[in-house]
């Protein structure tokens, strides 16, 4: 089945430092979202990519949609306390089709 | 506000009982969902409706049965509850196959 592979599993960083991750996957996605997730709420979308290649910015964030369309990352600089929670990718192969999300990242933030 | 609403937030019960989860958005979408996360944080649609037709089924036990009285709402109801469906449900919903906005989540407990 479709599977992504999200890494690192976690970080505990330093406040101020800033953080990458990465999705990665067999399989070609159309679309590639980064959302995230703190304690007793929902996912809540952060970016969306739908062009290989594509970069977007909202805010300290940045995500990149690869050109292969199999793999995307977020950056996250100079981050903050309020940045902690565990941040998903998802992938969808076409319109119509099911969002896949990774297993996510757990951030932690000393400050 | 405008968001994706669930009821209840908690829900603890015994194995063997019936409930019913509900969701409401008031975001004008069309395609609503039900997203189950484990204890290991792991995402994973169950259903999908558009325009209240049943659109992605996954291989969920038909204990679980959807049920969408009309694009706003979508409703989750469970039959013979057994411990390994303790987990937290999410509804989410979008317009067409766009983003999807999730709500803020059911925590189930199977006792």
């Known amino acids: 089945g479709q599977q992504l592979n999200q890494s690192p599993q976690s970080m505990f960083i330093q406040e101020g430092e800033d953080v990458s991750m990465n999705c990665t996957s067999s399989s070609i996605f159309n679309t590639w979202l980064w959302y995230k997730q703190e304690p007793g709420e929902g996912p809540v979308l952060l970016i969306a990519?739908?062009?290989?290649?594509e970069l977007t910015s909202n805010g300290r964030l940045t995500a990149q949609f690869g050109i292969t369309r199999k793999d995307s990352f977020l950056n996250i600089s100079a981050s903050i306390p309020s940045d902690v929670g565990i941040y998903f990718c998802?992938?969808?192969?076409?319109?119509?089709?099911?969002?896949?999300f990774g297993a996510g990242t757990i951030l932690r933030v000393k400050s | 506000d405008t968001a994706v609403s669930q009821t209840p937030k908690y829900l603890v019960t015994q194995m063997g009982n019936d409930k019913s989860i509900k969701c409401e958005q008031n975001l004008g979408h069309d395609t609503m969902y039900w997203y189950k996360q484990d204890s290991k944080k792991f995402l994973k649609i169950m259903f999908s409706y558009n325009n209240k037709e049943l659109i992605i089924n996954e291989t969920v036990p038909n204990r679980f049965s959807p049920k969408s009285p009309d694009k706003a709402h979508l409703n989750l109801h469970i039959n013979s509850l057994e411990l390994g469906d303790s987990a937290v449900y999410f509804c989410a919903s979008s317009r067409g196959n766009n983003e999807q906005f999730f709500g803020p989540g059911t925590r189930l407990t199977v006792l």
């Open positions: 990519l739908y062009k290989a290649g």
């Open positions: 998802a992938g969808q192969r076409s319109y119509g089709n099911k969002l896949v």
